[in-house]
């Protein structure tokens, strides 16, 4: 499997669901991947990545940024409010927006620099304790203070539970969605992006199956 792979399936996956390639972004996942299996990727002209942690991204993509001007890069794991200014400097989208402090953090921050990365609620569909994300009956009101702060949300993502169907939790995240007028949608990894594009994810999430198995470290 490769980045080429992935693509094909994604394409096939809109075709099915009777969708626009360009209605679907894909992220390559690059936590914890090799300087050069990441040099790879860019060569082959992929440019939207995603990084699970601040201070990874910091050592890795202020470099490639430079050598790559068109590159996105958009944080997709928990962020921490004291690092979210370190955030706003690194990422074009935050993925994981989650509860009021980060949001009340976030506005400040945005009233401070004229500027905020795209955001994007990350909603705890299967309410799992172990798991960040807001609650799926307090999602609506933390829309709310989003738009009350006039931040910049795009939408939505989740991670649903690994033992249950993911397509109960995509369709739970795209009524959540609907009924707040939000268009974008991130879910889908791996192995069930192609249901989450028939249930309208508007971005996906692909790692291992674009860059090879994580290097631990």
């Keep these: 499997m490769g980045l080429s792979d ?6 096939k996956a809109c075709a099915e669901a009777g969708r626009r390639p360009d209605e679907v972004q894909l992220i390559a996942v690059s936590k914890v991947q090799p300087q050069e299996r990441v040099q790879a990727v860019l060569e082959e002209g992929h440019r939207l990545f995603g990084e699970n942690r601040v201070q990874e991204a910091a050592g890795k993509w ?12 958009h944080l997709i794991g928990p962020l921490q409010s004291n690092k979210a200014r370190q955030a706003f400097d690194l990422f074009d989208a935050i993925h994981s927006v989650d509860r009021p402090k980060l949001v009340q953090t976030l506005a400040r921050l945005a009233q401070e620099t004229g500027f905020c990365p795209d955001l994007f609620l990350q909603v705890n569909t299967g309410e799992e304790p ?3 994300g807001v609650l799926p009956q307090d999602a609506d009101a933390l829309v709310a203070e989003c738009r009350a702060l006039d931040l ?9 539970p690994v033992d249950e169907a993911p397509a109960l939790h995509f369709a ?10 939000l268009d974008g ?10 249901q989450a594009v028939a249930f309208g994810a508007t971005h996906v999430r692909v790692g291992s199956a674009i860059f090879g198995a994580r290097v631990a470290g």
């Design 130 to 132: 172990q798991k960040a």
């Design 62 to 73: 202020p470099a490639f940024k430079a050598a790559f001007p068109d590159v996105s890069v």
């Design 152 to 160: 910049p949300l795009k939408g939505l993502m989740c991670i649903p």
């Design 6 to 11: 992935i693509r094909a399936r994604l394409d």
């Design 185 to 194: 949608l991130s879910m889908g990894m791996s192995g069930d992006f192609e």
């Design 172 to 181: 739970l995240l795209a009524r959540i969605a609907a009924r707040n007028g």
